[in-house]
């Protein structure tokens, strides 16, 4: 068969093939060059954004204290020799720290000096030597050494946030102050430590001694209630609608609305945990029970799709070789299937308690963001978590709360980070490739 085209037709239509394919490779390689501008760009913000976090948040781990020498007068503080912490407890702290203090600069007089003087120490000071004496009663009798945290604007200056070159009407500390902590700078009286009380702590007016272990306990109780209620209710709903349950209209409705809850708004949860928990059922506000409660709304849509996934992965051939030995439906379900689907059902839950983990809107709604000083001891205690935290800091005005925002920033990511890294783990470890 011969073909009807010359020569100089066949050579056009090469070059027109060879230009068309030119052209696509130069798309193809314009399309590759915007993919990965695109990936780059994404990596340096988030280059970005952790830059800013951790150059914000590093100092917050160290804090100045400041070293006092205290006498501890016996007859003044226990006068019936007996050591009785009720006894101890009344003792006058803020006189003998008011006196100690004023004693390291005896050339200070005037009562607005002497205020000032008592500014560059936490005005907790007194509650922690109180604590102190009433934990060690043998330290009675003596003078000895102290060290107190430092006032959060002493903390500032020394950490380089507060310019002490600019004059004196621009910045919150006066010259006097500069004064006194080189002073006490020269003595060894004034030093940076690790900042023990950021993970000991609870939350507190004063940024020098607030710390975030409320929080974070107020996040492991409502993490501890949300898997509890999620994990079973979410495989069950999985195991009952893929293998139990008939194809039919109705649980058609039922995925289509699992599915849907899956993108609705925190915040219609916190509404509902509400208007429900705490206004029907009378649950106490502010607590990790009705946080946990809420969260296990939030997050079982995500444990049942995974789960479900998870399930479907199983191969047919499983369940057929089950039944034919003999096994029952309920046998081939609970001895084959679900340990098979289990590595894939941990990590959907894992990934759902992360993302509860980082929620705030819905447990804004059933008042967890209350000032909690004391760290909660159980589900029904009053308590924040961790997110929560961060925006009751972000909001504060003064200078120090800004770094310790950023620090439980940071704890917040270790957390995920950690929690995303079993998940990884638990599915590396347990899958199995068919």
Partial sequence: MTSNTTPAEQSGVADKVRRTLDKRYRAERRFKRMGMAAVLLGLSFVVLLFTSIIGNGYSAFRQAYVRVDITLDAATLDPRGTADPEVLGKGDYRGLMRNSIFAMFPEVTS??????????????????LRTQVMENPDLLGGTHGFWFPADSEVDMLLKGHIDRNVPEADRRVSDKSIA?????????????????LFFTNGDSRNAEIAGVRGAIMGSVYTLIVTLLLSFPVGVATAVYLEEIAPKNRLTDIIEVNINNLAAVPSIVFGLLGLAVFINFFGLPRSAPLVGGLVLTLMTLPTIIIASRAALKSVPPSIRQAALAVGAS?????????????????????????????GETAPLLMIGMIAFIVDVPQGVTDPSTVLPVQIFLWADAPERAFVEKTSAAIMVLLGFLALMNLAAVLLRKRFEIRW
């Fill in 329 to 357: 439906r309920l046998q081939t379900i609970t001895h084959h299937v679900v340990p098979l689907a289990l590595p894939g059902m941990l990590t959907g839950t894992i990934i759902g308690m992360a993302q509860a983990l």
């Fill in 180 to 196: 006194w902590v080189d002073q006490l700078q020269d003595k060894g009286y004034l030093e940076n430590r690790f900042n023990t």
């Fill in 111 to 128: 009562r607005s000096e002497k205020r000032e003087l008592l500014g560059l120490v936490s005005q907790e000071a007194e509650f922690m």
